[in-house]
């Protein structure tokens, strides 16, 4: 079962910048895409960027794009989500997680087998 570790998480004004971190456990990382996902309190979690296996493609969530961008380093088993401009409203608990059996640039998060704990990202106004 691989492990996902996040960090990077903190409380920022809105308009600063994080970059959160999250560090896979086995080393076949190059086959799995990739995503980061969200959850606010009392909301569902929602999909925020993924990175796929191959050529690394990636996608975004229309709340995100412009702001957030996700890149991979495989040599490291690691997946980076920088998030600019951030906003009161990106404001959640940010958790990376592992598609390992499904083709395709997957929103969902029922695709994704394997999750980290999470990281907590606090913007304030």
């Known amino acids: 079962q691989v492990q996902l570790v996040e960090s990077g998480g903190g409380s920022v004004q809105a308009g600063d910048s994080l970059r959160l971190s999250c560090v896979a456990s086995?080393?076949?990382?190059?086959?799995?895409?990739m995503a980061w996902f969200r959850q606010a309190p009392a909301k569902e979690r929602e999909f925020v960027a993924g990175?796929?296996?191959?050529?690394?493609?990636?996608f975004y969530a229309d709340s995100v794009k412009g702001r957030f961008t996700i890149s991979r380093d495989n040599a490291k088993n690691t997946v980076y989500l920088q998030m600019d401009s951030l906003k009161p409203e990106d404001t959640a608990v940010y958790y990376c997680?592992?598609?390992?059996?499904?083709?395709?640039?997957?929103?969902?998060?029922?695709?994704?087998?394997?999750w980290g704990q999470g990281t907590q990202v606090t913007v304030s106004s």
């Open positions: 997680a592992t598609n390992r059996y499904y083709t395709g640039p997957y929103r969902n998060s029922g695709a994704y087998d394997a």
């Open positions: 086995d080393r076949t990382f190059n086959n799995y895409d």
């Open positions: 990175i796929m296996r191959s050529g690394g493609r990636t």
